[in-house]
């Protein structure tokens, strides 16, 4: 964990793997989760899924919950590899915009948010994952297209960041510790 030195993990941006960055950064740790392991948690999702699409030759890259050579997990995968560790995905409603969030709430893990990025000059249009978490008192923006984490000043710099994300089309998830 962080608290040894106030070293903090953050992975870097590779492909379009920043939910995988995004989970470990969130987790500080270094392979908290691996591609083979989000890769496992989408193909679990096709098999539970009752309306399994038609295979094409596409479907050997392009799979329904991300895409096997560059990552680009969705939301399904998300949901799914934090429940198999205990935790539960609170899909913040944006119209109360962030006041609404205790950011002193015991249960809260952290806060993922997924952003929309346009690249090339608008060309490419995607979007992003992104983990914020609270180590040893202070929050952390944790982006992995940052070249390090930056810190929060307070709560209330986290709450104007957050309302920057929800008033420009992002979604924002509360990540939170399972009571049991």
Known sequence: MASEGNKIYHERQ???FCLLHSL???FQQKDAFTRASLNSVAEKLVLDDPKKEIWTPF?????PHHNSVTGNYDINVLIAALEERGKSVIWHDCRNGASAIDFD????????????????GGLWKSRHWIALRKIDGVWYNLDSDLHSPQGFKDCGEVREFLDYIITHNGQV???KNDTQ
């Open 14 to 16: 590779r492909l379009q």
């Open 24 to 26: 470990n950064n969130l």
């Open 59 to 63: 479907s050997l890259v392009f799979k």
């Open 105 to 120: 709430d015991e249960l809260l893990m952290g806060i993922v948010i997924n952003v929309p990025v346009s690249r090339y």
């Open 173 to 175: 998830l509360l990540v």
